[in-house]
C-alpha cells in the first residue's frame, strides 16, 4: 500500500460527459502528480501541484483541468470525453518540490472508460 | 516526443537467470534517472534510482548502470525470480518539470 488512495478505481461514461477523478496523497506530502496511461503506452505525465500552487505541465489537454485543495487533496477534471480519452490516470505524491529527492508514490489509479 | 524510451518492449526469462533491461534517454540536463516497476493492476512502485554524475549503483538484487557518453541506462536484475514478472519503466527528472517515463518493457519470467 503506498498510502496514495484514488477514487473511483473504475468509472464508465460517455463521450461529451464531465468527470473528476479524486486523489488523496500520503500523509504529508506535498506534491502531487497526475499521469495518464493508455493502451501501450507508458504514462504521460500531465500535471504538478505543490502545496496549492500549479508547479508544471506536460501534456495534458485544453479539456482538462486540476486542482490541489488546501487539505492537499486534488482532482483531476476531464471535459467534453472523447473515446481516446479512456485510459488509467495515476497519481502520485511525494514530499519534494521543484527538485528531485527521491521516489513518487503512486495510487493504484482511476479506470476511466468512455463510450 | 517521448524522450525516455526502451529498446525492447518484451524480455523472456527463465527462473534463476539474470535479466538486463535497457533504456536510451535524450536529454542532456536530467539530475536523475529511475526505474519503476508496474505489476498487473497495479500503480508504478520504485525500484532504484541513480544521480547523473554515478555510473552505477547496486540495490537488493538489482543494479543500474548510466552510460552518459551514449545516453543509455541499464537495469540489471540478479538471479531473476516469477514474482519480478512486471512492466519495467525508466523515467528521467527534468528539472522544471516532473518524471518523464519511458513506454515500458514487459518482463516474463517461466519457471
Known amino acids: 500500500d503506498s498510502g496514495v488512495t484514488q477514487t473511483p478505481k473504475h468509472l464508465i461514461t460517455a463521450t461529451g460527459q464531465r468527470v473528476t477523478l479524486r486523489c488523496s496523497p500520503r500523509s504529508g506530502d506535498l506534491s502531487v502528480y497526475w499521469y495518464q496511461q493508455s493502451l501501450d503506452q507508458g504514462l504521460q505525465f500531465l500535471i504538478h501541484?505543490?502545496?496549492?500552487?500549479?508547479?508544471a505541465k506536460g501534456n495534458i489537454l485544453e479539456r482538462f483541468s486540476a486542482q490541489q485543495f488546501p487539505d492537499l487533496h486534488s482532482e483531476l477534471n476531464l471535459s467534453s470525453l472523447e473515446l481516446g480519452d479512456s485510459a488509467l490516470y495515476f497519481c502520485?505524491?511525494?514530499?519534494?518540490?521543484?527538485?528531485?529527492?527521491?521516489?513518487?508514490?503512486f495510487g493504484e489509479g482511476s479506470r476511466l472508460t468512455v463510450l | 516526443g517521448e524522450s525516455v524510451g526502451l529498446h525492447l518492449p518484451t524480455l523472456s526469462v527463465q527462473e534463476g537467470d539474470n535479466s538486463i533491461i535497457n533504456c536510451a534517454y535524450s536529454?542532456?540536463?536530467?539530475?536523475?534517472f529511475i526505474w519503476y516497476k508496474q505489476e498487473s493492476g497495479k500503480g508504478p512502485q520504485f525500484i532504484i534510482d541513480i544521480r547523473s554524475n554515478m555510473d552505477k549503483r547496486q540495490g537488493q538484487r538489482v543494479t543500474v548502470l548510466l552510460n552518459k557518453t551514449v545516453k543509455h541506462l541499464s537495469l540489471q536484475i540478479a538471479a531473476t525470480q516469477p514474482g519480478d514478472s512486471a512492466v519495467y519503466f525508466c523515467a528521467e527528472n527534468q528539472a522544471g518539470t516532473a518524471l518523464i517515463f519511458g513506454k515500458g518493457t514487459t518482463l516474463s519470467v517461466s519457471s
Open positions: 501541484y505543490y502545496n496549492g500552487e500549479e508547479r
Open positions: 502520485a505524491s511525494s514530499a519534494q518540490g521543484l527538485a528531485y529527492t527521491g521516489e513518487l508514490f
Open positions: 536529454n542532456s540536463a536530467s539530475d536523475y
